[in-house]
């Protein structure tokens, strides 16, 4: 099944150590998202890109960076988390011209110690 | 103000119920409607989208958009304990790729 994957599911990073967030889609899609969602709270989006062309979002903090090396893979990079950084990363694929039609990952949850 | 609104709940209805899930906007750029199931610690899944106004069914689900009172409604027939997730509707202009999100509703069906 075509699907989008996130990897670790969980993941626990010390305040201030770099972690690496990971996602793969075997939709073909050519748009890829990086959203951070909290408890209760909405998903907001930190970025995306279509096919190679970044798309920060303003209020994204410097912190959070994203590398996409091909179609299937994007990986979001926090330089130093900090507390307020725990949360649900979540990472979705569209197919140009659907952004209305996204495709999610089970999402990794970052706990900050 | 947010420019999607809607209750986060939680609403606890029994087996076989009508549920009715609501949002509100105040963007009137918005013209894509769309509705998630979230279930516990899992990722966002479409359910169904709507463009512009009016209503769109799929199995149990009823999507209904009155964009003259930028209102959006999610009806569930026949409820089941596996609809047991949170709700989130969203919305988008047609420009760009960015969906704007409700907090969602979290809907418990109770056997």
């Known amino acids: 099944d075509a699907m989008v994957i996130q990897n670790p599911r969980y993941q626990v990073t010390q305040f201030g150590k770099p972690v690496t967030l990971s996602c793969s889609q075997t939709?073909?899609?050519?748009?890829m998202y990086w959203y951070q969602q909290k408890s209760s709270q909405a998903p907001k989006l930190l970025f995306h890109?279509?096919?190679?062309?970044?798309?920060n979002e303003a209020d994204t903090p410097d912190n959070f960076q994203s590398r996409r090396p091909n179609t299937s893979f994007c990986f979001l990079d926090i330089r130093s988390p900090g507390l307020g950084d725990a949360a649900m990363y979540l990472c979705?694929?569209?197919?140009?011209?659907?952004?209305?039609?996204?495709?999610f990952g089970p999402g990794t949850r970052l706990t900050v110690t | 103000q947010k420019e999607v609104e809607q209750d986060p709940g939680p609403l606890s209805v029994p087996e076989g119920a009508i549920v009715s899930l609501n949002c509100t906007y105040s963007?009137?750029?918005?013209?894509?409607f769309m509705w998630y199931r979230q279930y516990s610690r899992k990722g966002p899944e479409l359910l169904m989208y709507t463009y512009s106004s009016g209503n769109k069914e799929d199995g149990r689900f009823t999507a209904q958009v009155d964009k003259s009172s930028k209102y959006i409604s999610l009806f569930i027939r026949d409820s089941q304990p596996s609809d047991s997730a949170t709700y989130l509707c969203?919305?988008?202009?047609?420009?760009?790729?960015?969906?704007?999100f409700g907090t969602g509703t979290q809907l418990k069906v109770e056997l």
């Open positions: 890109y279509y096919d190679k062309d970044f798309n």
């Open positions: 939709l073909n899609h050519n748009v």
């Open positions: 979705a694929t569209s197919r140009d011209g659907y952004p209305y039609e996204q495709y």
């Open positions: 963007n009137s750029a918005f013209q894509y």
């Open positions: 969203a919305t988008f202009t047609g420009g760009g790729n960015k969906l704007t």
